[in-house]
């Protein structure tokens, strides 16, 4: 009987270590990086989520390929004993384990806390050799994020600079418009086209909040890409979630639709909406009253922003300030941000999400009244004529 329970034992695991073998077919992307505390430390979250990108193929039952976003690939050897799994590329090695879901490898463990990066599956790619662009394909054009209005990715377009337009790292540049929900904006960021098989990835990077979005394009249909990509939470302490988008490319306004913009955007609009912010710790005045925003838009590309109202000290008493910006504008191909160069020479983006005759509103970021804070707010401005 022993014997039996014997024989029937190694047959199992033996079956166990194949399953195990299987379930790591495909290609694994990873979602995020989880470091929690052991201990309590001041200041300190029980645990923080955030992003990270890595590409595992296991492409035998024991080898497997490691590549990082942009990066060229490199070769290691896998071994497994039961859910643990060990990844060794030349001299370094790297451990983990595997659910039926994820994969979790510890990259740091200390006395204070433990850093892992978890990993998932990615779709399979319908992706024909032939559908695969040409990197010439971005250049100079705009593609517009289609998803569900509770994600990240809503409202965002992709305005892709061209071909020779590389910055100071010489990166390739991306506008990144995002002109729905709560914030929008304006931002400059690089982008990255990277190819693993049948799959493409677009990585694009936003420098102002210093993060970057990696999407998996796994299939095209109707000249419209569909990706899958991971979002984080505001808070940073929930796990990331996936979400499915489409990516389509927005056609270029005509002559007659610039103009059409043009024509409603001259004129003098004023805020409704008390835009300008006041910086209640760092500011020796008590309050902030009055205030006005005007925006006027000239027909030969000119325009005047002003700003003005009255602080209020301890003593009650009045102080009026009045901050005037001038220099010259111009309407994107898409019409769905103004670009302004100020006569001291910075260039800002002026984020339309909202356009009629008589009722403009823009996302922009505002900056204090008194001339030596550096407190900028960034909010929806509704504008009227």
């Known amino acids: 009987m022993r014997k039996k329970l014997h024989i029937l034992t190694i047959i199992f695991l033996i079956l166990a270590s194949k399953l195990i073998g299987q379930n790591l077919d495909g290609i694994w992307l990873s979602s995020h990086f989880l470091e929690t505390t052991?201990?309590?430390?001041?200041?300190?979250?029980?645990?923080?989520?955030?992003?990270?990108?890595?590409?595992?193929?296991?492409?035998?039952?024991?080898?497997?390929?490691?590549?990082?976003?942009?990066?060229?690939k490199e070769f290691g050897k896998f071994s497994i004993t039961n859910n643990n799994i060990r990844i060794k590329v030349g001299n370094d090695s790297i451990e983990g384990i595997f659910t039926e879901k994820d994969l979790i490898f510890t990259l740091m463990d200390t006395?204070?806390?433990?850093k892992q990066i978890y990993l998932r599956r990615i779709k399979n790619s319908k992706l024909?050799?032939?559908?695969?662009?040409?990197?010439?394909?971005?250049?100079?054009?705009?593609?517009?994020?289609?998803?569900?209005?509770?994600?990240?990715?809503?409202?965002?377009?992709?305005?892709?600079?061209h071909k020779d337009s590389l910055d100071y790292l010489e990166k390739n540049i991306v506008l990144i418009t995002k002109n729905k929900g709560l914030y929008g904006y304006t931002e400059i960021g690089n982008y990255t086209l990277d190819f693993y098989k049948n799959h493409l990835f677009l990585g694009v990077s936003n420098r102002d909040k210093l993060k970057e979005n990696v999407y998996h394009i796994y299939k095209l249909e109707n000249e419209i890409f569909y990706a899958e990509t991971y979002e984080d939470s505001y808070s940073f302490t929930k796990p990331l979630i996936i979400n499915n988008i489409k990516i389509k490319k927005l056609e270029y306004l005509t002559i007659n639709q610039q103009k059409d913009i043009k024509s409603k955007l001259n004129g003098k609009?004023?805020?409704?909406?008390?835009?300008?912010?006041?910086?209640?710790?760092?500011?020796?005045?008590?309050?902030?009253?009055?205030?006005?925003?005007?925006?006027?838009?000239?027909?030969?590309?000119?325009?005047?922003?002003?700003?003005?109202?009255?602080?209020?000290n301890e003593n009650l008493k009045e102080v009026s300030k009045t901050v005037i910006t001038k220099g010259k504008w111009e309407i994107s191909k898409t019409g769905n941000y103004?670009?302004?160069k100020t006569n001291n020479g910075w260039e800002k983006y002026i984020t339309i999400e909202k356009l009629s005759n008589n009722r403009l509103n823009i996302f922009y970021d505002v900056k204090a009244l008194e001339e030596k804070s550096h407190f900028y707010y960034r909010t929806l401005i509704e504008l009227i004529k």
Do not use: H
Not at 111 to 114: A, E, G, M, R
Not at 130 to 159: C, L, Q, T, V
């Open 128 to 161: 024909r050799k032939n559908e695969i662009p040409d990197r010439s394909r971005f250049f100079n054009s705009s593609w517009k994020i289609e998803s569900a209005s509770k994600s990240k990715n809503y409202g965002i377009n992709f305005n892709f600079a």
């Open 111 to 114: 006395l204070n806390s433990i």
């Open 38 to 72: 052991k201990r309590n430390i001041p200041y300190k979250s029980d645990s923080i989520f955030t992003k990270a990108y890595l590409l595992l193929d296991f492409i035998d039952k024991e080898n497997v390929i490691i590549k990082g976003l942009g990066k060229d």
């Open 269 to 312: 609009w004023k805020a409704i909406n008390n835009p300008i912010p006041f910086d209640t710790i760092g500011s020796q005045y008590e309050k902030f009253e009055n205030q006005s925003f005007e925006l006027t838009f000239q027909k030969k590309g000119k325009f005047k922003l002003m700003k003005k109202g009255i602080f209020i």
């Open 338 to 340: 103004i670009k302004i």
